[in-house]
């Protein structure tokens, strides 16, 4: 169909024709009425060109013909989409267009009854319109209007299309045609314009709508990088990405950390640049894996081993993997490179498998001490019991008093074993440090080119404390400034009362303290080591353990001190203890001021060594017990239960802890106390630092007496439990 571009034109051609067939015809009123017939319609067009409905413009078409060119009856009716519903105007005898709408039946598409205002001709005529619009070919313009006498016909014809008619009945106007081909035109044109303008609106709302999902696509990616920077940015991992070539476009804020550079310093730059990432194991670059993603395409995990090296020389332990980015053309665009530091993690795990190592030694350790003491037990018991049968000017009870000492020093090597085996819970008495401390601090430097100096008053106050623990922090402590000299020195140890008063900067409760101080010649400690060296396994020595001060430290911890230490840096390292002092100030040599005490009484012996119930049963006999034995604790609990029903119970029960697959010492407790809720029990025990040993009354025991013991110490437990006093 052919659309005029420009209406102007064929209205000036609808006028010329006008006048040329008025001239012929000699008809000039005719064409007079004609021209304003054009001029109307050409109104007409203006008006339809501003309206968009489909309805309006059929109200807006009947009104023009039947009102302003007086047409006395006609109608415009059009199908709408579904080919069901006609809907348009009518009107009759130049009264105002009225409309109608009807849904069409297949099998009778019309009928006078549907519209009963048609007259008959024109009932006809629209069956006849009806039937004949698909035949009407749009293309051809001698189509557009045909006679029906007495009616002309006027197609609307869209998209190819004809969807209705415009009827008009004859008015017998000879240049009639002139002008209705001129409406035809003008019909046409609007329907096409509306068409136009309904798909530009659809094409403009389609694009607006595309437009709206664009831009909302792109504000989700917005989103979506946003969060995803924010995530690579605050996540545990480093974050590398790189280019085909390895140039870094990304990193994140670990990744920054790690390599010791800004992001600045690091994009557009290669990765080999600024940083050296290898396999501590065979010594290749991180560069031989990329090319191993580029040639494979798919992800890599780092190897074990792998280490990054910043530009500084700082090494980090890392663990990863290496991830390729690729188009759908298969062309790797990224390598994406993320990594962990785990070089603490890696320490955590080296001093974890210490500490396991630690503990298992530790556990030997103790199993050897409890042997030990019980070795130790019967070679001081059997010492003792041969000095008994001595007079103290013999020369060989001179020898065997220097053995039992000696047995007595072993016994302290064994509680060492323990401290170092279970954390060392300390045994406390009323004890001197001033020899203490001499004799432990001569045996380390015995044979060594450095000598040792000694500033003790003689009024040094006593303090409660474990011999053996104080023993071994000393022994520590001179072994450390020994190793400090190796070219020789001296080694100063002072010790003074001290009070600990109100307002003072030391962490320690007010009250009276002996103040021990060992200084050195040393080469002294770096400040940044200071505040680690009583930290677990830390050490500077290449064959350290980083266990001594550690021991130290916590022996005194639980002596209620504390330790402190300045160093300078090539002059030498002062060590201060802080203990608390004992309230009494009176001290007595027990080894040497000690005899056995004489008693009388009936003693069970539990112990499952037979060498240690024989020595103990013989050393007590000779003090005027009686005494019986059991090898476990259910051979005690029925000897305790005869004695008892017997009207002869026991007045002691010497038991010991650990009774190797069978009831030891704990257990044996209880059931001694369900059968006699008196019953006096003295435990015994190479295990000195195990609870039941540090809390027997918790246990329900009287007394504690510690393997290996002496005959006046033992005397002196079974005196004080059967009298209650010594």
């Known amino acids: 169909m052919t659309v005029f571009k420009d209406l102007s034109n064929t209205f000036h051609q609808t006028k010329e024709k006008l006048v040329r067939f008025a001239l012929k015809n000699s008809r000039y009123e005719d064409m007079e009425h004609a021209i304003n017939e054009i001029f109307i319609l050409h109104e007409l067009y203006r008006d339809l060109s501003q309206l968009q409905e489909d309805d309006k413009i059929l109200a807006k078409i009947a009104q023009t013909i039947a009102m302003d060119l007086k047409i006395p009856e006609g109608m415009v009716y059009c199908l709408k989409k579904s080919g069901r519903n006609l809907i348009g105007r009518f009107w009759l005898s130049g009264k105002e267009p009225q409309y109608f709408a009807m849904e069409l039946n297949k099998d009778q598409p019309f009928s006078q009854e549907k519209i009963p205002f048609l007259n008959k001709e024109l009932d006809q005529l629209v069956k006849t319109c009806l039937s004949r619009l698909s035949k009407i070919n749009p293309e051809n313009q001698s189509h557009w209007l045909r006679w029906s006498n007495p009616y002309h016909l006027i ?24 002008v209705y081909s001129y409406l035809a035109t003008i019909v046409a044109a609007v329907l096409t314009r509306l068409k136009l303008t309904k798909e530009s609106s659809s094409l403009n709302e389609s694009l607006n709508l595309t437009e709206l999902k664009y831009n909302q696509a792109i504000k ?119 990594f962990r530091d785990i070089t603490e993690k890696q320490k955590m795990d080296q001093e974890i498998l210490k500490a396991q190592k630690y503990k298992s030694i530790g556990i030997l350790a103790g199993g050897i001490a409890h042997d030990f003491n019980n070795i130790l037990t019967a070679i001081s018991g059997n010492i003792s019991l041969a000095k008994m049968y001595l007079k103290s000017e013999d020369g060989v009870f001179e020898k065997l008093s220097k053995a039992e000492k000696a047995a007595m020093r072993a016994k302290d090597l064994a509680r060492q074993l323990l401290v170092f085996s279970k954390g060392g819970i300390p045994v406390k008495k009323t004890t001197s440090l001033a020899d203490l401390i001499k004799e432990s601090t001569d045996f380390i430097l015995r044979g060594s080119n450095v000598r040792s100096e000694y500033f003790i008053p003689n009024d040094l106050w006593l303090v409660e404390a474990d011999e053996g623990q104080i023993s071994q922090v000393i022994n520590n402590l001179v072994i450390n400034a020994n190793q400090a000299m190796p070219k020789g020195g001296v080694i100063t140890i002072e010790a003074e009362n001290v009070i600990v008063g109100e307002g003072n900067n030391l962490p320690l409760k007010e009250g009276n303290y002996v103040k021990i101080s060992i200084k050195d010649q040393g080469t002294g400690i770096p400040k940044e080591n200071l505040q680690r060296i009583f930290d677990p396994f830390f050490t500077t020595k290449k064959e350290g353990n980083g266990l001594g001060l550690v021991t130290t430290y916590s022996i005194i911890k639980k002596h209620n001190g504390y330790i402190e230490v300045e160093s300078e840096v090539g002059i030498g390292t002062t060590f201060h203890i802080y203990l608390p002092a ?44 009686e005494v019986e034995f059991a090898k476990d604790g259910i051979e005690a609990i029925k000897l305790y239960e005869m004695a008892k029903n017997s009207g002869k119970p026991f007045d002691v029960v010497i038991i010991d802890l650990t009774v190797p697959g069978s009831m030891g010492g704990k257990e044996t407790i209880q059931k ?55």
């Open 155 to 178: 197609p609307l014809i869209t998209d190819h299309q004809v969807i209705g008619e415009i009827v008009i009945a004859e008015s017998g106007k000879k240049y009639n045609r002139l």
């Open 220 to 338: 989700e990616l917005s989103n979506r990088e946003k969060q995803l920077m924010a995530i690579i940015h605050n996540i545990g991992d480093g974050v590398i990405i790189l280019d085909e070539n390895t140039r870094i476009g990304l990193v994140n804020t670990i990744a920054e950390y790690s390599i010791g550079l800004k992001k600045e310093q690091l994009l557009n730059k290669l990765l080999s640049e600024v940083v050296c990432i290898t396999n501590e194991e065979t010594q290749k670059p991180l560069e031989n894996l990329l090319e191993k993603v580029l040639k494979e395409k798919k992800p890599v995990e780092l190897p074990s081993h792998i280490a990054l090296i910043d530009k500084k020389g700082k090494k980090r332990i890392i663990t990863g993997k290496v991830i390729p980015v690729m188009e759908e053309s298969d062309r790797i665009t990224e390598i994406v490179l993320v």
């Open 582 to 625: 004992s309230g009494k100030r009176n001290f007595i040599n027990e080894a040497e001021k000690e005899k056995p005490l004489p008693g009388k009484g009936k003693i069970l012996i539990m112990d499952d060594e037979e060498e240690i119930r024989d020595l103990t049963g013989e050393i007590l006999k000779s003090m005027g017990y």
């Open 672 to 726: 001694l106390n369900e059968i006699d809720p008196e019953v006096k029990a003295i435990v015994s025990s190479g295990y000195v630092n195990d609870p039941v040993m540090m809390e027997f009354k918790k246990y329900g025991f009287t007394d504690i007496i510690a393997k290996p013991y002496k005959i006046e110490e033992i005397s002196k437990k079974l005196y004080k439990t059967i009298h209650g006093t010594v």
